[in-house]
């Protein structure tokens, strides 16, 4: 995998996939405050202060908090700052679900 990766030409999908994401939570577009790049990661509602029941497709990015995942720019775990909640990718996560 390129160091340089172009961030505009990113396969959020395929990121999302890749076990560097996580298995659980909602999928979200966050900036590791270590190196500074974004990446697609999964973070529980509790792991970014939002109510357990809430519904993940109204979660506005700015309500979150940062939350802590594994960087592997980084090589350990770090804090990561939500940019965006991808509510597309989360349909798509329910629709395999049923
Ligand atoms: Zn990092």
Redo the contacts with the bound molecule.
Sequence with gaps: MSVDADQDDRDLEAELASPAAGQFGVPVDAV??????TRVKRASLEEMDQHPQANPTALEATDCTSFKHV????QTA?WWNPVAVLTGLLESDRDRGE
Excluded at 32 to 37: A, D, F, K, N
Excluded at 71 to 74: A, K, M, T
């Design positions: 590791c405050v270590g190196c500074g790049r960087c592997y720019g980084c770090t």
